[in-house]
């Protein structure tokens, strides 16, 4: 039973399955720290050096957040001083077809409003499909 309350969110998620999508990643900072977490681990400090304008305060609560929904893991290492990484699990890898939707639908918006000039470089390139062995027969 313990295992089960350390696995459960402490905040409730909404009931219909686009809305639970949309708090779990809502907010300004999450899609971009997943962006940088998609390439491998990453220290605190470096993701702080990543995400321009985000206050370590903020980029502690998103972390919390993303690791309380079971996007990203955190490992403590037993090092003196003592280091943290984190990264991005299964269920937030799984995010990355989305977020490179999203930054495509963006770059269309932009287009179509004539604000192409105003946008930054949508970098996300979907990962490439891993084939399991057991598929070429």
Same mark, same amino acid.
């Given at each position: 039973m313990a295992n089960l309350s350390k696995r459960m969110p402490i905040k409730r998620l909404p009931m219909l399955p686009a809305e639970r999508a949309l708090k779990v +990643?809502?907010?300004r900072?999450?899609?971009v720290i997943l962006y940088h977490l998609f390439d491998g681990p990453r220290r605190l400090s470096a993701l702080k050096a990543m995400i321009s304008g +985000?206050? !370590?305060k903020v980029l502690i609560q998103q972390l919390r957040e993303m690791e309380?929904?079971?996007l990203v893991s955190r490992e403590i290492f037993a090092e003196v001083p003592s280091r943290v990484e984190y990264s991005a699990t299964s269920l937030g890898l799984s995010l990355e077809p989305i977020l490179l939707a /999203?930054? !495509?639908w963006g770059q269309h918006h932009a *287009?179509? /409003?004539n604000e192409? *000039?105003?946008l930054a470089d949508c970098i996300i390139r979907p990962r490439p499909t891993r084939e399991t062995p057991a598929s070429h027969n």
């Open positions: +990643i809502a907010g900072w999450k899609a +985000i206050t !370590q309380e929904h079971g /999203l930054c !495509q *287009d179509e /409003l192409m *000039d105003r």
